[in-house]
């Protein structure tokens, strides 16, 4: 959200705020709780997970730099929908929702910066649900994990690497799929030298192949066949 601000405006509206430093695996944001701020992470990776009435959380989303956290239930009065935990150290700006909203009202254009945040989730969730629908579990897996390590992942020597203390069973929510589908989806990526799965880390040692598993490259993957062992295994 803050790159589709102009720097004088994006400077104001960080002014409003009051600045926070989080360490690893703190709660920013507490499902049912009332909506008071904003917050704006400036570093680290934060992640968005729903408490369900089944007892199993769901990992929704990762969140970085310039996103902006809590809009929503700040917008429509409501108690918030989500957790949003720190995966790393993370410093952010918090922005109370009185001054938040009458920022929105005197600058146009971070109403549209917003709406644009808004619509790039909704596009993303939109797609993961077609791909739920649609594509074959271990494809699934491939996708997720080639989006969140080149939006969160950083280069090393050892290639490409994720170290947000990410579970398994996060991942494989974020997928769409079933634990032991993730294990094994991974297990055949790493028997092929795409990628080795440490305690909470994961490095990607082939990206151009975990993009290809993921059938990435193709214009419209759901027009393409999928490996049958892929399949057979998914």
Not at 148 to 169: E, F, K, M, N
Not at 170 to 189: C, D, I, P, Y
Not at 214 to 221: H, Y
Request: charged share 25%; proline share 4%; aromatic share 6%.
């Amino acid at each position: 959200m803050l790159g589709l601000l102009g720097a004088r405006t994006r400077s104001a509206l960080l002014d409003l705020g009051n600045s926070v430093t989080y360490g690893r695996r703190q709660i920013v944001i507490r499902q049912g709780e009332p909506s008071h701020h904003v917050v704006i992470p400036l570093t680290g990776a934060l992640k968005v997970v729903v408490d369900t009435e089944f007892g199993r959380p769901v990992l929704l989303a990762l969140r970085g730099p310039g996103d902006i956290l809590g809009e929503m239930s700040v917008f429509e009065g409501r108690s918030r929908s989500a957790n949003v935990q720190t995966c790393t150290p993370v410093q952010a700006r918090l922005v109370g929702k009185a001054p938040f909203n009458e920022f929105l009202d005197r600058h146009p254009d971070v109403w549209r910066a917003v709406a644009s945040s808004l619509s790039t989730r909704l596009h993303w969730a939109n797609s993961r649900r077609a791909e739920i629908l649609s594509c074959p579990a271990p494809l699934r897996v491939g996708r997720v994990l080639a989006d969140i390590v080149q939006r969160h992942g950083h280069r090393s020597g050892d290639g490409w690497v994720l170290d947000l203390s990410l579970t398994q069973a996060e991942l494989a929510s974020l997928s769409g799929v079933a634990l032991s589908t993730f294990e094994k989806t991974t297990q055949r990526l790493h028997r092929r030298g795409v990628l080795r799965s440490e305690y909470r880390r994961i490095v990607v040692d082939d990206l151009a192949a975990l993009l290809r598993f993921g059938r990435l490259a193709e214009q419209n993957p759901y027009l393409y066949g999928v490996d049958d062992a892929d399949v057979a295994q998914s």
